[in-house]
């Protein structure tokens, strides 16, 4: 009765997923085809710093006129929730390193 049922769902493609995959990670892949921590780290740092800045730049439009209102509260907000991202990780970089130093060697 069950191979019946799961004859009957539908099946996922997922040899166009698997090569999709394979050639995004095989650019930052590690020894074991992984994405590197600290490649990660850098690439969601950059990202960061470039929500910063657009919004940094929306908010100058804003006040010379070229941005609505709406533009710039998108914008800041987005940088707030980056600026909240950032923190929380920091929090939990500084929290696994704490926890680290209290292991006894």
């Given at each position: 009765m069950i191979p019946a049922i799961g004859a009957s769902l539908p099946r996922?493609?997922?040899?166009?997923v698997d090569a999709g995959l394979a050639t995004t990670s095989a650019a930052s892949a590690g020894p074991v085809g992984r994405a590197d921590f600290s490649a990660v780290l850098s690439q969601i740092a950059k990202d960061a710093v470039t929500t910063v800045q657009s919004a940094e730049a929306t908010s100058i439009r804003g006040i010379n006129g070229q941005a609505t209102t709406q533009a710039v509260v998108e914008a800041v907000m987005e940088a707030e929730r980056t600026l909240q991202t950032a923190v929380s990780i920091r929090d939990k970089a500084v929290s696994a390193y704490m926890e680290l130093s209290r292991m006894a060697i």
């Open positions: 996922l493609q997922t040899g166009s």
